[in-house]
């Protein structure tokens, strides 16, 4: 690979703006330490004339190689992010995710009918859209030919992980072979239960999500394991596919909202990137609104949007104001904690870039409590799709932006589910079964003597 290639790595902050090629392994700015985007030299690609050009791939046969790439959410788009030839690209079958119209949960939360939607990540592979990075980033650790992954995780990050490793084979037959840091007690069971079913090495650190990811970045430098966490510049790329199947799922209409669960802010940093190069493009006319919700437990990026003023300011972001800010939360002992474990996360490793979504989109950020939390996603399930807790947290924040009048009853909005509902049973069946005194929506289970006079006597007319 040489700089003559037409996908590079660049700085995001343009004071700074150094490119580095595809070759280096890099999940920070080598000059000036800030985050890294993949960026193309869109004039020497493949870009097509509309998006509708990709509703042509979605019926195909996947009996072929490209027809196995067009089934793929996230490969179907490989025109817009083009950084490895269609033999490179790894695929289990990712991102084959729907929107769906919720014409019953916009009636209970008083919304339009039509204008509320669901993009419902928890179909995918693993069970969370992490599957759409991933599939983004092994093939850019196969490129690379590295061996070893690693990721630190609250669970679905090395679900995620475990099961596309192995499926990535190697020139030698072998498959990649991956390494997952989860902490201590917090991990939900269904996403441990996928990390060691597929064969991940699974190392639990005593201390909280910030602690491993502190520890697996130094384990990256000392023993040359590749990075699948999000700061993996090239993870974002696959969630970018995330707001395609929004945009095709409308039509290639652009809605008027779109609402995300933030925690590491990989999702909000893709996704204000995905609008800001379509637009650039010129592929789409406008760009949405984002509004990220953090668990009140664990909202650093609402603390420092909303109570400190801080911005991307076109990327002369006051850094002093972050430091301090987690200089204090250090000193104070206070550490992330909600119900949403995937969300619980004190230092967001992405937050430059989602300050430049919040510029970018005229976005907002907003805070949930774990009781907003899950009765969000009770309402979710309720009407049929459920999701696990942090993604609750998306419809949670509509409620609220719309009881302060931010969003309208007419304007079109997404919610994003970012995961599956089996994915954390623990805590749906406390809140349906009396441990949450909160609990708005439970629908708890109702114990009936084994005789047909008892059962006459509930369900009878
Ligand atoms: C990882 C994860 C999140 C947090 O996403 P970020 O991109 O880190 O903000 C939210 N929900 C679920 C289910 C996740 O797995
Ligand atoms: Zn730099």
Redesign the pocket.
């Known amino acids: 690979m040489s700089a003559t290639d037409i996908a590079y790595q660049q700085c995001i902050l343009p004071a700074c703006g150094a490119t580095f090629d595809l070759g280096q392994a890099l999940f920070a700015c080598p000059k000036c330490g800030a985050l890294l985007d993949v960026r193309y030299d869109w004039d020497r690609c493949d870009v097509p004339k509309s998006l509708r050009v990709f509703d042509e791939r979605r019926g195909r046969s996947n009996t072929t190689r490209l027809g196995r790439l067009d089934a793929s959410g996230v490969w179907r788009f490989r025109e817009l992010l083009p950084f490895a030839q269609p033999d490179e690209l790894v695929t289990l079958g990712e991102g084959r995710t729907i929107l769906a119209n919720a014409t019953h949960l916009a009636k209970e939360i008083g919304h339009e009918p039509d204008k509320l939607f669901l993009q419902y990540?928890g179909f995918n592979p693993s069970g969370?859209?992490?599957d759409n990075g991933m599939a983004a980033a092994f093939t850019m650790a196969r490129k690379l030919g590295k061996r070893r992954v690693a990721c630190a995780s609250?669970?679905?990050?090395s679900a995620s992980l475990a099961m596309f490793a192995r499926h990535t084979t190697l020139a030698d037959g072998t498959t990649m072979e991956g390494i997952v840091f989860v902490g201590g007690d917090k991990i939900a069971f269904g996403k441990l239960a996928q990390a060691l079913d597929y064969g991940a090495r699974t190392i639990q650190v005593r201390g909280d999500f910030d602690a491993c990811m502190s520890l697996v970045k130094q384990s990256t430098e000392r023993l040359g394991l590749y990075l699948m966490n999000?700061v993996n510049p090239f993870r974002l790329e696959g969630?970018k596919t995330i707001m395609y199947r929004v945009l095709e799922g409308l039509g290639w209409e652009v809605p008027d909202w779109i609402v995300?669960?933030?925690?590491?802010?990989?999702?909000?940093?893709?996704f204000g990137k995905a609008f800001m190069e379509l637009h650039a493009l010129g592929l789409i006319d406008r760009i949405p609104r984002i509004a990220?919700i953090n668990a009140t437990g664990a909202n650093t990026l609402h603390e420092l949007v909303n109570e400190h003023g801080l911005a991307f300011h076109g990327g002369d972001i006051d850094h002093d104001k972050v430091t301090a800010y987690l200089k204090e939360m250090d000193e104070q002992g206070r550490r992330a904690h909600t119900v949403?474990s995937?969300?619980e996360?004190g230092r967001?490793v992405?937050l430059d870039k989602?300050l430049r979504t919040l510029e970018i989109t005229n976005g907002i950020v907003r805070q949930a409590s774990d009781e907003e939390i899950l009765d969000g996603k009770a309402l979710v399930g309720k009407h049929g799709y459920g999701?696990?807790p942090?993604?609750g947290?998306s419809v949670a924040g509509l409620r609220k932006l719309k009881a302060e009048g931010v969003i309208g009853s007419e304007e079109r909005v997404v919610c994003i589910l970012?995961?599956h509902a089996l994915?954390d049973p623990n805590v749906t069946v406390d809140y349906h079964t009396g441990k949450k005194p909160d609990a708005s929506y439970d629908n708890p289970p109702v114990a009936a003597d084994a005789d047909i006079e008892s059962i006459a006597a509930l369900l009878g007319e």
Not at 154 to 157: A, D, K, L, M, P
Not at 260 to 270: F, K, R, T
């Open positions: 990540e969370s859209f992490k609250t669970g679905n990050t999000s969630q995300v669960p933030g925690g590491n802010l990989g999702n909000s940093s893709a990220i949403a995937a969300i996360i967001p992405n989602a999701c696990e942090a993604s947290a970012t995961g994915k």
